[in-house]
């Protein structure tokens, strides 16, 4: 998987595997739906070998069973948290051309899954049963190292729409800030340092890596430009129009190859992050 410490969330291939054809097994038996503000949403098939969950880095992973409340906010499923390691998140930014984000969640695990893994990881440092229970309640914490098994998808919530494919699992990647970053951004970061082909990756070949923007737009003080007119102009010669959304956001998909820029017509100055 790479030179350094990392790998994917899902589709991780088994040591000794071939990752071509590992990869080529997932043909249908993997859906990927995301959009800008929303958490990545992932639906399998029940195989574990298609719905496997991984630690992307060394973090301190916690479990959130369903109706716990953390930070004023609701777990609507058992959640595992993921904190990113602060030591291996510094000595990563030197090989990670991208975001690395400080926390991840996976949403929608299978509990059984997840005791298992705890079970294991517990028993490996010399603690007992009763620690699983704690961290089983929410109440404890556990070091992970990349590449970790660390549970599966579970089937998906009755409100999800109907699928052949019949577990989920949504995946969320947070800065030190609590706001959301682009997956899409991470996961290439993440297959390019674990020289994995994005063609090949079932995930990013769903998601369309290579055809897409997303920009930031804020005025001189930092605050993002809502509901701004945009004009982007494409390498072949087109343009397309719009408006930020409520977070000063552009994302466009499916553009062609080569370099962009955009304007903001009624803006005297404005910054553009990434």
Do not use: C
């Amino acid at each position: 998987m790479g030179l350094i410490n990392i790998s994917m969330p899902m589709a991780v291939p088994p040591e000794g595997d071939a990752p071509a054809a590992f990869y080529a097994s997932f043909n249908g038996m993997l859906q990927v739906v995301w959009a800008p503000g929303d958490d990545l949403v992932v639906r399998v098939a029940a195989d574990a070998k298609f719905a496997r969950l991984h630690a992307p880095l060394k973090a301190a992973m916690r479990f959130l069973p369903a109706g716990m409340t953390v930070k004023g906010s609701v777990a609507d499923t058992d959640t595992l948290v993921l904190q990113t390691w602060p030591i291996g998140l510094v000595a990563l930014r030197a090989a990670v051309s991208g975001p690395l984000p400080s926390e991840i969640r996976f949403a929608n695990v299978a509990v059984a899954e997840v005791r298992t893994v705890a079970a294991t990881l517990y028993a490996a440092i010399g603690r007992s049963a009763a620690a699983v229970d704690r961290f089983m309640e929410g109440k404890g914490l556990l070091r992970v190292k990349a590449g970790t098994a660390i549970g599966t998808a579970t089937i998906a919530p009755s409100s999800a729409p109907p699928s052949p494919l019949p577990n989920l699992v949504t995946i969320a990647f947070r800065s030190a800030d609590g706001a959301d970053l682009n997956p899409m951004s991470v996961l290439g970061a993440f297959a390019d340092a674990a020289q994995v082909d994005r063609a090949s990756h079932p995930l990013l070949a769903v998601l369309g890596s290579a055809d897409w923007v997303e920009v930031m737009a804020t005025d001189a003080d930092g605050l993002p430009l809502a509901n701004a007119p945009y004009t982007l102009y494409l390498a072949d010669g087109t343009t397309r129009t719009g408006s930020t959304d409520p977070a000063g956001r552009i994302y466009q998909a499916g553009l062609p190859p080569g370099p962009w820029a955009v304007d903001l017509p009624n803006q005297v100055s404005f910054a553009l992050k990434d």
